[in-house]
C-alpha cells in the first residue's frame, strides 16, 4: 500500500461570492470571539460547492484566510473528512452505497452499470466533466438497498436499468425525482401494504 | 500538592503534574515516543500506558494529570502486557532498516523495543510505505519509518512558531507533511532531535557515521552571542556534526540552524599554513619563521600610533587578551573589537549586557525592540521571547524595518524620530511600558553600528528609567549582540586606549597612510577596501575578506579547535573546548601571538592557557565566574545629543545563513540560503590571490 499527500493542482484565485461571503459571515458570528476558527468545516462545504464539488489550494488558503487559521491546519481538516474533496469532482458526484444490505441487493452490479455507461474508472471525472463514481461506506438507507447519493440527492430501490435512466436524465438536465426509483413511497412495503390489512386507515377496525 | 503513591512508595508533587511526570519524580522510567516535556501533550502514542488502581485499564500517564490518592503502578504484568501490546502496533508498520537508518544507535524505537519488543512478527501482511517529503535543505524524510508521534508538527507550531507541518489524512493513511515546503525556521533542525525515529534524520549527516564512532566534545558555540550549549562531535579531527547539550538558562535543549548546520564550513577554505605576499603582489606559501620575519621587518622602527588592530566576531577572550598585551609592548593603543561600528560603551558593564537574561524574558510583561531583528540575531532569544507571548500578557512593539518574528509585534516605526517620540511619552505604547511591571528593551545592532548609536544608547537608556525598567531587581535594559567575541572584548577592554584610535578611526587612519600596520584577529566584516596601503596581518582560520586582503596570514584555529573563553550577550562567561586540533601548520591563535612576541623581542607573560587565564581574571575578574550571570553595574553612557531621526534603522542580517567565515565557507548554509531565497554571496577563495 502506497500513501501519498500530494493534491491537485491549484485551479487559481479562489474568493468567497458576495452571497456566500454573507453567509460566512453569519456562520462565524455563531462563535464567540477569537473562535473563528470553530466555522471551517461549514465554511470549508460552502467553498466546496462554490468550487464545483471540490476544493483547490487556494480555496482551502482562502478558507483559512477567512478565519485566520494557517493553510496546514486546513488542510488537515479536509484530508481528514471523507466529504472534503481535494481533487476534482464531477458536476454529479455519484456515490455507490457498498455496505452489507446494498451490497446484499447488488451494489456491485450498480457500480459496474455506472462505470460502464460512464467509460471511466472509479474516482475518474467523465471527459465532459459531468460525472464521477466513488464507492462509500452505509449511507444510512438500508430499507432502501440498493441505493446510491448523487451531489445531496439520494436516488434508491436501484437497478443497473433504473441506476442509468436517472443517469440519462442528469446528463440532459432533465427533472428526475429523488428517492425510491421503484414507484414505492419512501420505505413502505413493496407492492402495498402487507400487514394489518383488516384495519382501515382513520377508520375504526380496532373500536 | 497532591500525595501519591507510585509502586508502593508515597510521594507529594507540585500541582498541575501528570502522572507521567510524578513517576519521573519518584524515579521510575516511563517509556515515551509522542510526549515530550516542551511540547503540548499529545497522548497519541500510548506507549506510557501505567496502571491506576480503580481504574478498569491502564491509563496513558502522560495525559493524566496527578491527582491526590492515585495508586499507581508502573512495572506490573498488565502495564508490561500494554507496552508490549503498543510496540507490535507501532512496528506493524515500520519498516525493519536500521541497518541503513541514519538514527541507528540513538533511537528511541529502537531502545524501547529493546525492552518491550516481541522477538519475532506476527504479521503477514504488506508495511505500508509513505512518500518522503521535501521539507528543505537541512532535513530528510523517510516517511515510512514514522509511527504519527506528532512531536515535529507540535515543534513547528509552538516552539518555532511556523504552522508549516501537519498530520494530513486519517487512520492508517495519516502522514505528516509540510505539503513540499521547506521548514522556514532558523530552528528546523531541532525536528531531527525530536524525531523519535529515523523518519526525520539530518539531511548534511546522511550517512556520515554512526553516533558509537563519535567523540563527543562539550563546548559552547560561537555563530552568534547566545552561547548555546554544544556538544561537537568529531571523527578523528573532523566534526561531523553539532547537538545540542541541554543548559535551561540559554539555549533550554535547542540550537540554531547555523549553530548546528555551519560545521561542515569548518573543513573548506581553511587557512592551513602562514602565507605571505610576494614582491609579484601574490600571496605565496610561506613558514612561520619567513612570515614572522616579514612581519616583523615591517613593524621595525614604526611608533606605536601607526600600528593598529581589529577583532572579529568568533575570537575567545584568550587570544583577545594576548592581542591586546601585545599591541601594549608595541605601544600602541589603536585597538578595537567592535568591528561593526557599534557605539558600545567600555562600561559601566549593564550598558552592553542583556540584563534581563534569556530566562528572565520569561518574568517580563512588555517588551520593546530597537533596531533588532532577533529571529535573524539569536533565534534562541527569539524563541524565548515567543515562548513568553504564548503565555499571554506581553505586548511586544518593534522601531525597525518589519520582519516576522513569530510572534505578533505593534510596528511603531523605522527610525530614530519614533523612538524620540517614545521617549516624549507619546502614544500607547509609551503607556504599556510605564504601565508595565517588569518591561525590557531591546536595543540590538542595527541601532547601535550607524553613526548616532551613541545617541540611540543615551535614548534608550531614558526610556529605560523613564518606564522603570531599571531596578533593584529587574533590569530590563538589554542589548542583543550579534557576536560571540563581542562582551568578551568589552569585558576585557579591547578598545582604544588613551589617544587611541577606534575602528573608523583605524580605517581612516589606514586610508591615509597614519595607520601602517593593521593587525585582522579574524576580523572578516569590514570594508577591505577602506584599509588603503596599510601592511595588514591577518590571524584568523578561514579564507575570508579578511584573508584575502592580508599581506601576512598567520593561520589561527576555529572555536572547535582550541580551549577559549567566551562571553555571551547576557555576560555569562563560558569555556568552549577543544574537539579536534587545527588542520595543518595553523595553531590556536594565542600561542601565534606569544610565539611572535617572542620574535619580536618582548614574550608575552606566559607560557601556557593556566597563565594566560590567570592573567585574564586578572584583567578582570569576571572572567573567574564560570556560568553565572552578575548583574550589570549600571550608571552614565550613551550621548545626548539627539539622533537622526528621519534615517531609518538598517537590520544587520539579511541572510541568516551566511553571517561569518565559518557559515560562509558552508555548503549547507549556502543551500539554505539558496532554498529560502536569500542571495547567496559571490564565492570568496581568499588565498588564491
Known sequence: MRTTSYGAPDSGDFAFDEANRKRAETIIARYPEGREQSAVIPLLDIAQRQNGGWLSDSAIAHVAAVIGMAPIRVHEVVSFYTMFYSKPVGRHLIQVCRTTPCWLRGSDELTRACLKKLGTRIGEVTEDGLFSVMEVECLGACANAPM???????????????????????????????????GRQGSAPEGGAQTLLETQPGGGGAG | MPKLTIDGVEIEVPDGLTVLQACELAGKEIPRFCYHDRLSVAGNCRMCLVEMERSPKPIASCAMPAAPDMVIHTDTPTVRKARQGVMEFLLINHPLDCPICDQGGECDLQDQAMAYGYDRSRYQENKRAVSEKYMGPLIKTIMTRCIQCTRCVRFATEIAGVEEMGLVNRGEHAEVTTLEKAVDSELSGNL???????????????????????????????????????????????????????????????????????????????????????????????????????????????????????????????????????????????????????????????????????????RADACLLIGSDPRREAPLINARLRKRFLRGGFPVAAIGPQRDLTYEVAQLGEDPGALAALAEGEGAFAGVLRRAERPMLVLGMGALARPDGASILGMARRIALETGMVGDDWNGFNVLHRAAARVGGLDLGFLPGEGGRDRDAILAGAASG????????????????????????????????????????????????????????????????????????????????????????????????????????????????LDQVAPGAWGAFGSETPAEASSPFLLPVDNYYMTDPISRASVTMAECAEAFGLAAPAKRTGTDG
Open chain 2, 514 to 625: 597614519e595607520v601602517k600596520v593593521v593587525f585582522l584577529l579574524g576580523a572578516d566584516e569590514i570594508d577591505m577596501s577602506a584599509l588603503g596601503k596599510a601592511f595588514v596581518v591577518y590571524i584568523g582560520h578561514h579564507g575570508d575578506a579578511g584573508a584575502h586582503r592580508a599581506d601576512v596570514i598567520l593561520p589561527g584555529a576555529a572555536y572547535s579547535e582550541k580551549n577559549g573563553t567566551y562571553v555571551n550577550t547576557e555576560g555569562r562567561v563560558q569555556l568552549g573546548r577543544l574537539a579536534g586540533s587545527p588542520p595543518g601548520d595553523a595553531r590556536e591563535d594565542w600561542t601565534i601571538l606569544r610565539a611572535f612576541s617572542e620574535r619580536l623581542g618582548s614574550p608575552l607573560p606566559y607560557d601556557n592557557l593556566g597563565q594566560l587565564r590567570q592573567r585574564l581574571i586578572e584583567v578582570n575578574p569576571l572572567f573567574a565566574r
Open chain 2, 192 to 362: 531531527v532531535d525530536i524525531c523519535p525515529v529515523g523518519a526525520l534524520t539530518s539531511r548534511p549527516y546522511a550517512f556520515k557515521a554512526r553516533p558509537w564512532e563519535l567523540q563527543s566534545t562539550p563546548s559552547v558555540d560561537v555563530m552568534d552571542a547566545v552561547g548555546s550549549n554544544i556538544k561537537v562531535e568529531t571523527r578523528g579531527r573532523e566534526v561531523l556534526r553539532v547537538l545540542p547539550r541541554l543548559h535551561e538558562d540559554i539555549n533550554e535543549e535547542w540550537i540554531a540552524d547555523k549553530t548546528r548546520h555551519a560545521c561542515d564550513g569548518l573543513s573548506r577554505q581553511r587557512l592551513d599554513r602562514p602565507y605571505r605576499r610576494g614582491e609579484d603582489g601574490r600571496l605565496r606559501e610561506a613558514t612561520w619563521e619567513q612570515a614572522f620575519e616579514a612581519v616583523a621587518e615591517r613593524l621595525e622602527d614604526l611608533p606605536g600610533a601607526a600600528v593598529a588592530a581589529l577583532a572579529g566576531d568568533l575570537c575567545d577572550a584568550e587570544s583577545m587578551l594576548a592581542l591586546k598585551d601585545l599591541m601594549a609592548a608595541l605601544g600602541s593603543a589603536n585597538l578595537d573589537c567592535r568591528q561593526d561600528g557599534a557605539k558600545l560603551p567600555a562600561g559601566p558593564r549593564g550598558a552592553y549586557l542583556f540584563n534581563t537574561s534569556i530566562a528572565g524574558i520569561e
Open chain 1, 148 to 182: 446510491v447519493q448523487i451531489n445531496d440527492d439520494y436516488y434508491e430501490d436501484l437497478t443497473p436499468e433504473t441506476l442509468v435512466r436517472v443517469l440519462d436524465a442528469l446528463a440532459a438536465g432533465q427533472e428526475i425525482g429523488v428517492g425510491s426509483q421503484s
